[in-house]
């Protein structure tokens, strides 16, 4: 496969694009449950035929274009395979009957240990007072309120993980920092 005039390249990127439209089916055959491993060869013939492809210079501006267009959008459908088949293997994901992938609603109805939130409040409320700020019963319950609304935006947002706070004083104020476990 020699790279010494413009029509070899046109074929070899004529090929890739080839290449890359084979895999993609191949995935797509592999995602519906058709096929029963998945095409890691042929994936990593594409590759590495990008790969070598990019470690030339092309002096053609639209070969180039052509082949950058073609190297993100192998790439891009890369990763997409890698994060659905982590996803499966995770089971984040699960089949239905009929073969069809189907993303599982995980949820987390309490991000945070009621015992800890109490003893945030608890420090919250002796981090006001030393600091002279006023601290009431209706302070805290606004807090416990933000504190859960606040836990459940992040859990969501990293995962539905658990979340912890801490209360630390910054320049004489309480603060309340949140921490994703």
Excluded at 44 to 55: A, F, L, P, T
Excluded at 121 to 126: E, I, K, M, N
């Amino acid at each position: 496969m020699g790279m010494g005039n413009g029509e070899d390249l046109k074929v070899t990127l004529d090929r890739i694009e080839a290449d890359i439209a084979e895999v993609k089916r191949q995935y797509d055959l592999f995602f519906q449950g058709v096929r029963r491993q998945e095409p890691t060869d042929q994936r990593r013939e594409v590759e590495d035929n990008v790969r070598r492809v990019g470690q030339r210079k092309i002096t053609n501006s639209n070969d180039q274009f052509r082949f950058n267009n073609l190297q993100s959008r192998f790439y891009s459908f890369s990763n997409l395979w890698t994060r659905t088949v982590r996803d499966l293997e995770e089971g984040r994901m699960v089949r239905n009957p009929s073969g069809i992938l189907l993303r599982v609603a995980t949820s987390v109805r309490n991000p945070v240990d009621p015992a800890h939130l109490e003893g945030v409040l608890r420090d919250l409320l002796a981090a006001r007072r030393n600091c002279g700020l006023s601290a009431e019963e209706g302070d805290i319950s606004l807090a416990r309120e933000t504190l859960l609304s606040r836990a459940q935006e992040i859990a969501g947002k990293y995962g539905k993980r658990k979340i912890e706070f801490r209360v630390s004083v910054e320049e004489g104020k309480p603060k309340v920092k949140a921490v994703v476990r």
